[in-house]
């Protein structure tokens, strides 16, 4: 039986400067396979929304969506952290709220950790969290939830005052107890003065190579989701064209009867 990462060995791997890899999941075979090579966090994110439901961005997504896939990806896991997102409108209206939800997703989903987005005006709502001893990941930057108020998904952080503010959240976020931080689409600059200015490991998302650690959406890196490709996504394997074949090879094989042979049928 493997030993599950807490939130204490990763706060060592910023300590000894051990960059810490995260990926996204959101069912039993994806956690599987991350899991046995050796990935440090699985984020069960809202990102599920747009690259497994089909939404155009991460809002409509249920806590009941939530709890079913953290449960899926903490069964499918046995040695990554697993941290699972708050989504929209489950810790935005008050705190009593926020710490139902925020149990919910730790006593029924088994998540070790839960995400939510914002700085310095979500800091008392990860305080109220942190205290009920459910460990917290801060999400600033650029946030997707606040997609509407961004006016689409676009880089913060890029003139002086904004900069200033999400320095702010940072610091906000990590003095209301979160354990670490995913900083999103912000200038490179500013996310290696952030991870220099806190005691708490950065995970970056299009915030370039000065962070402590790198979360990618799962089927963007395996070309699973054509719908965008943002700059900061690096492919690492074409796996919607293998599927592609596999599939044809199949539909091929049942019109022409090669399949099935008798080696795949009964006596
Ligand atoms: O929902 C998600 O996948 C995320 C990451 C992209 C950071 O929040």
Do not use: W
Request: negative net charge.
């Amino acid at each position: 039986m493997k030993k599950r990462k807490t939130i204490l060995d990763i706060g060592l791997m910023k300590e000894q400067q051990d960059k810490i890899s995260v990926l996204t999941a959101y069912d039993y075979p994806f956690a599987q396979i991350m899991d046995n090579v050796g990935i440090d966090i699985i984020l069960v994110g809202d990102s599920v929304g747009s690259v497994f439901s089909g939404y155009d961005n991460t809002l409509p997504v249920t806590l009941d969506e939530m709890l079913y896939h953290t449960k899926a990806v903490v069964r499918g896991s046995q040695q990554a952290l697993i941290v699972t997102d708050m989504p929209f409108m489950s810790y935005q209206i008050d705190k009593r709220d926020a710490r139902l939800n925020a149990g919910r997703l730790i006593k029924e989903g088994g998540a070790q950790a839960v995400k939510l987005e914002g700085g310095e005006h979500m800091a008392s709502t990860i305080r109220t969290i942190v205290d009920m001893d459910i460990p917290v990941v801060g999400h600033i930057g650029l946030t997707p939830q606040s997609i509407h108020r961004m006016g689409g998904f676009k880089v913060q952080g890029r003139e002086e005052e904004q900069a200033r503010e999400i320095l702010a959240d940072a610091r906000a976020v990590e003095d209301a107890g979160a354990f670490a931080m995913v900083l999103e689409g912000i200038p490179s600059g500013l996310a290696k003065k952030i991870t220099e200015s806190v005691g708490i490991p950065t995970i970056g998302i299009g915030a370039g190579a000065g962070c402590d650690g790198q979360v990618l959406v799962i089927h963007d890196i395996l070309g699973l989701c054509d719908k965008y490709s943002p700059k900061f996504v690096k492919r690492y394997a074409d796996v919607s064209a293998t599927i592609s074949t596999g599939i044809e090879q199949y539909i091929k094989e049942v019109k022409n009867g090669d399949f099935p042979t008798t080696a795949h049928s009964f006596e």
